[in-house]
């Protein structure tokens, strides 16, 4: 039988969960990434705390699981600050492109975790950030869909403590 059609294992069987695969990459992070790790780690200690108390024993592994991937995340989490000059794309800029249709996107490089490509935020490992990393305002950088020219490189704002 295919592998596609068996169900994973939720725990609720008293089977073990599968450990949640760390990046083999550094794991750098934005300030607002290092928070939004920090708010996960605490947000499943609350709710591994409310799973005792329900004795819900599947929830308990599962959120267990969960968080020994975040807590190591945070363990090694990289913060690397704003950069004080954007003379170049580097992790945390945000960079403007034209593409040859005209039309402009925009993407912020941040780390694995932060990464949401749907809002503009891709990894500091993904293909595209690859290719933008290092880059000047007026390269030209070889897309998927075509060239395109950065237009604009702004550093990430500082996050207020």
């Not at 004080?84 to 960079?95: E, I, K, M, P, Q």
């Amino acid at each position: 039988m295919s592998r596609a059609f068996v169900k994973e294992s939720d725990g609720s069987e008293g089977e073990e969960l599968p450990e949640l695969l760390v990046s083999p990459h550094r794991n750098l992070v934005t300030p607002a990434g290092l928070c939004q790790i920090e708010a996960t780690v605490a947000r499943l200690q609350t709710a591994l705390s409310e799973s005792r108390a329900a004795e819900d024993r599947a929830a308990i592994a599962r959120i267990q699981r969960d968080l020994r991937y975040w807590t190591e995340r945070l363990r090694t989490a990289e913060v690397v600050e704003a950069c004080a000059v954007s003379g170049t794309v580097r992790f945390g800029s945000t960079v403007a492109l034209q593409k040859q249709d005209s039309k402009r996107v925009e993407y912020q490089i941040v780390g694995e975790d932060e990464a949401d490509p749907a809002h503009g935020k891709i990894s500091y490992v993904s293909p595209i950030a690859r290719l933008l990393i290092g880059a000047s305002v007026g390269d030209l950088v070889a897309l998927v869909d075509g060239e395109a020219e950065i237009r604009e490189i702004a550093c990430m704002a500082p996050v207020a403590a």
